[in-house]
């Protein structure tokens, strides 16, 4: 298969992140249900102090 490493072979880094594509991706398909501030929504909250009791 492609993009996994073979028996034996050490896989390679991931990719960087693009941030900027990250944050848009993160803003417009969680925001659907989540809501485009993270607030809540149709989803609960998922901002980093409402995230920050999973740690």
Do not use: F, N, W
């Amino acid at each position: 298969m492609a993009g996994q490493a073979a028996a034996g072979e050490v896989p390679r880094a991931a990719d960087p992140v693009d941030a900027p594509a990250l944050e848009r991706l993160v803003r417009q398909d969680c925001g659907s249900c989540h809501g485009l501030t993270l607030k809540g929504g149709l989803g609960p909250d998922i901002r980093t102090r409402a995230l920050a009791k999973y740690d």
